[in-house]
T-cell receptor
């Protein structure tokens, strides 16, 4: 079955640590996205990538970094510079274009301990 | 903010009743999409309506779009307990990168059996 897989489902980070969230898709989608969701809130865009080896900052990129070395993979690193990283992180993919819906992963819940 | 605004923020109904959620936005759009999110899970794409369409149906879902009022509504008919979830509208805000979606804050729907 085609889909998008995020791992781990739960992640705990100590203050000052960098952590990397995994996102893999086998849908042959060109575009991939990372969103952050806080309790009771909508989604805010962190980074997005239209094609391999290219990515753009979203609305809240500070304290985050990404790479897009393979079409299937778009990992997100939450760095120690992100002051309030506790949130639900969602990865999505789509065919690049204005008329396309997104396919989402099941999310990673990150907690700072 | 370019985020969409949804109302109500929360809606509680009995099984069998209809549920209506509204979304307003501030920019020109190419299309508007609705997504569903079960608690702690990723979002699922429900329906997409293009800017030149006024109404669209999919099963028990009916979406309307009024571009003159910059608003959309999602109607779920004959609701079921399994419809309990958060519902988000999403759109590509005018002037942003082709394909990048902006999400509303969401409506939490609770359907009581």
């Amino acid at each position: 079955d085609g889909g998008i897989t995020q791992s781990p489902k739960y992640l705990f980070r100590k203050e000052g640590q960098n952590v990397t969230l995994s996102c893999e898709q086998n849908l042959n989608h060109d575009a991939m996205y990372w969103y952050r969701q806080d309790p009771g809130q909508g989604l805010r865009l962190i980074y997005y990538s239209q094609i391999v080896n290219d990515f753009q900052k979203g609305d809240i990129a500070e304290g985050y970094s990404v790479s897009r070395e393979k079409k299937e993979s778009f990992p997100l690193t939450v760095t120690s510079a992100q002051k309030n990283p506790t949130a639900f992180y969602l990865c999505a993919s789509s065919i690049w274009g204005a008329g396309q819906g997104y396919t989402f992963g099941s999310g990673t819940r990150l907690t700072v301990v | 903010s370019q985020q969409g605004e949804e109302d109500p923020q929360a809606l509680s109904i009995q099984e069998g009743e209809n549920a209506t959620m509204n979304c307003s936005y501030k920019t020109s759009i190419n299309n508007l999409q609705w997504y569903r999110q079960n608690s702690g899970r990723g979002l699922v794409h429900l329906i997409l309506i293009r800017s030149n369409e006024r109404e669209k149906h999919s099963g028990r879902l009916r979406v309307t779009l009024d571009t003159s009022k910059k608003s959309s509504s999602l109607l779920i008919t004959a609701s079921r307990a399994a419809d309990t979830a958060s519902y988000f509208c999403a759109f590509r805000a005018g002037g942003t990168s082709y394909g990048k979606l902006t999400f509303g804050q969401g409506t939490i729907l609770t359907v009581h059996p």
